[in-house]
C-alpha cells in the first residue's frame, strides 16, 4: 500500500460572490489553481447576517456540477425549470448544470449562523451539454458513521475506514467517481480511508488542524487545501485542538478547460457558444 503525503498546501482567501456574499476561495481563486477534476471551493461562515444576507441572485452556469454543503443554515434553491429546495444544515445538494441551468441561492434565514461549502467538479466532453439535474440531498439522507476517535458523514463514494467501518454516500455513479467525506475526529485521532490510486485527491480542514502523511507527516493549519500525491490511501492525525475537514478525491478528466466565469467548457469556440445562448435566451434549452 502506498500512503499520500501532502505535495502542496493552497490557503483560502477572502473574497465576495453573488449580491456581496462574504466567503473563503481556496481552489478556483485563480484558472491556475484547479485540481482535476475539480475547479473551485468556497467556504461561507458567518454570525453576521450582512454576511451573507443577499445571497446568490439567479445566475446561469454550463459545463459542470456544483455541489454545496450545509454545515448550519438555510438556503432555497430554485431554478428556471421551476424546482424548488429547501438546503438544510446537514444536508447537501448536488446540481448538474450540464447543457445549462438559471438558477438562485437564497439563505432562508435574517439571522443566525450560516456555514458551508461550495464545490465545482468538471463534467468531460460528452457530458457538458447533458440535460441539466440536481438532486437534494436531506441530513437524514447522509451516512454518518463512528470511527475510533471521531465520526465521518459519507455524501459521496465509499468510507473505507482502517478501523473497517464501511458506508456508502448518496450519490454513486459518476463519471468522476466523486468521494466526499466530511471527517471530524477528536485530539490526537488517527483516521486512515482507502483511496483510488490516480484519483485526485485533497484536504480542507475547517477547524482545528492535521498532520498529513505517514514517516514524515506534514501539518495542514485550517481553511487551507492540502494537496495529495498518488496513493492508495490517506493517513491523517488530528492535532491538540482536533480536526474538522473535508476529504475530496476524484477521477481526473485529462481535458482542456476554458472558463469564463459560470461556463466551463473545452474550447473558446464552446465559450462564445455558451455567451451567445445565455444573451439569446436557449442556454438551458
Do not use: C
Not at 31 to 49: C, I, K, T, V
Not at 133 to 147: F, M
Not at 212 to 223: E, F, S, T, Y
Not at 225 to 241: K, N, P, W
Amino acid at each position: 500500500m502506498s500512503t499520500r503525503s501532502l505535495t502542496r498546501i493552497i490557503p483560502s482567501i477572502p473574497v465576495s460572490d453573488g449580491a456581496g456574499v462574504k466567503l473563503r476561495r481556496s481552489l478556483g481563486q485563480s484558472q491556475g489553481l484547479r485540481l482535476d477534476p475539480f475547479l473551485m471551493l468556497d467556504e461561507f461562515a458567518s454570525d453576521n447576517p450582512d454576511d451573507y444576507i443577499a445571497g446568490f441572485p439567479p445566475h446561469p452556469h454550463r459545463g459542470f456540477e456544483t455541489v454545496t454543503y450545509m454545515l448550519a443554515g438555510d438556503f432555497e434553491h430554485e431554478d428556471h425549470l421551476g424546482h424548488k429546495g429547501h438546503l438544510r444544515g446537514g444536508g447537501a445538494q448536488w446540481m448538474t448544470a450540464g447543457r445549462g441551468i438559471i438558477h438562485s441561492e437564497m439563505p432562508l434565514q435574517e439571522s443566525g449562523r450560516l456555514h458551508g461549502f461550495q464545490f465545482w467538479i468538471n463534467l468531460p466532453a460528452r457530458e457538458k451539454m447533458k440535460p441539466a439535474a440536481y438532486r437534494d440531498i436531506q441530513p437524514e439522507e447522509i451516512p454518518e458513521v463512528a470511527i475510533r476517535g471521531g465520526s465521518v458523514k459519507v455524501v459521496a463514494g465509499r468510507l473505507e475506514s482502517a478501523d473497517g467501518q464501511h458506508a456508502d454516500g448518496p450519490i454513486q455513479g459518476l463519471s468522476t467517481a466523486p468521494l466526499f467525506l466530511d471527517v471530524r475526529l477528536e485530539p490526537g485521532a488517527h483516521f486512515v480511508q482507502s483511496v483510488e490510486d490516480g484519483h485526485a485527491a485533497f484536504l480542507y480542514p475547517y477547524a482545528g488542524s492535521l498532520r498529513v502523511g505517514a514517516g514524515a507527516p506534514r501539518d495542514l493549519p485550517a481553511r487551507q487545501v492540502g494537496v495529495l500525491s498518488d496513493g492508495d490511501r490517506i493517513e491523517v492525525q488530528a492535532g491538540a485542538e482536533g480536526g474538522l475537514f473535508l476529504l475530496l478525491a476524484a477521477r481526473p478528466i485529462g481535458e482542456p478547460v476554458v472558463q469564463y466565469g459560470p461556463f466551463v467548457m473545452n474550447t473558446r469556440d464552446e465559450i462564445e457558444q455558451a455567451l451567445a445562448d445565455y444573451r439569446a435566451g436557449t442556454l438551458a434549452g
